[in-house]
């Protein structure tokens, strides 16, 4: 363990040296664009390398420029959210559910230890067993494993108690202030912020991916017959599937209002980059909120009554 750990402080350093030569100022301010960089490549180099993003020689393939503005972009519509959690919490607790290959996950993390100096615990689940052990490797080397976890498992079986104890210890409860979910597909974004809404967090972060279940639910009205002003999106499956994703997220956004959070839903990635570009960002403000449930409802008769699975695993508003 300890030459591992030399050896990764080893390649850290030279990384590091690598990244402050390539990315002169004129480099830098190429790659910018005029857009702010809360990750600097040559700041953030040992990361960004962990994460893929930049190769050996520490430069940014064009390829990959993208997922590195999307990462910058993403920390820079959370951040008010993250600095509200550090002025309220000694220590921050995030729950990524449905972590994937980890990006947000260890983008945040980095920030906490190298930028902000601030506690925190970050613990990752996904199902996949694979990415999760990819997600352990990216975190050692980027040598954040002493506050970053990750665990195996199904989001809609997770005991956050037993997984946040077998990560990190403690004998009470832990406090998790906020829940993440980046491109969790279809009904998994909506089992992130019912799992947000349970544990009471008071961010809750998702970008919704794949929004089949409304589309399957418009579907099954085209192949019946029914009628009703929706009929000619139902019958037309191109329309039906982009119709539905952004109905099944206004329909989010009205539910976990209804929790009593103040909701966003924006472009978080400009769509030449990715369609899957909406962030639906939550903090939580009140107890509750009966007319947004009722909006919900409302927008559900209107499309036809299929509605979301979401509004039966949240309690009455």
């Known amino acids: ?37 809360l990750v600097p490549p040559a700041e953030a180099a040992p990361l960004l390398r962990a994460l893929g993003l ?15 503005f999307q990462i910058n972009h993403m920390l820079a519509l959370l951040a008010p959210a993250l600095r509200e959690l550090r002025a309220q919490h000694p220590v921050i607790r995030l729950l990524d559910a449905g ?12 920030c906490a230890e190298h930028v902000w100096a601030h506690p925190i615990e970050v613990l990752g689940i996904d199902r996949n067993a694979a990415v999760i052990e990819e997600s352990r490797r990216r975190c050692a080397l980027a040598q954040l494993d002493d506050v970053v976890r990750f665990e ?23 406090v998790v202030q906020g829940v993440f979910a980046l491109h969790a597909c279809d009904t998994a974004t909506c089992d992130a912020l019912a799992l947000g809404i349970a544990l009471r967090a008071e961010l809750i972060a998702v970008a919704p991916c794949c ?8 579907s099954a009205l085209a192949a019946r017959g029914d009628a009703g002003a929706f009929s000619p ?18 329909m989010r956004t009205l539910l976990v209002r209804a929790a009593g959070y103040e909701v966003k839903a924006m472009e978080f990635v400009p769509a030449e980059h990715t369609s899957k570009n909406t962030l639906i960002r939550a903090v939580k403000r009140s107890a509750g909120d009966a007319d947004a449930r009722a909006a919900y409802e409302a927008l559900r008769i209107a499309t036809g009554g299929a509605g979301i699975a979401l509004a039966a695993q949240l309690p009455p508003a």
């Open 233 to 250: 999106v139902w019958g037309a499956p191109h329309l039906r599937r982009e119709t539905a994703a952004h109905i099944t997220d206004a």
């Open 152 to 174: 195996a498992g199904a989001l809609d079986e997770l005991d956050v108690v037993a997984a946040w104890t077998r990560a990190f210890g403690g004998a009470s409860a832990p």
């Open 54 to 68: 930049l190769d050996h020689d520490a430069s940014l393939p064009p390829s990959r420029a993208p997922k590195y």
């Open 1 to 37: 363990m300890i030459a591992s750990s030399r050896t990764r402080d080893r390649w850290a350093t030279e990384l590091a040296a690598r990244a402050r030569a390539y990315w002169t100022e004129a480099r830098t301010a190429e790659l910018a664009r005029g857009k702010a960089l």
């Open 211 to 218: 929004q089949a279940e409304l589309a399957r639910a418009w």
């Open 99 to 110: 972590c994937g290959r980890s990006y947000l996950t260890l983008l945040i993390a980095w």
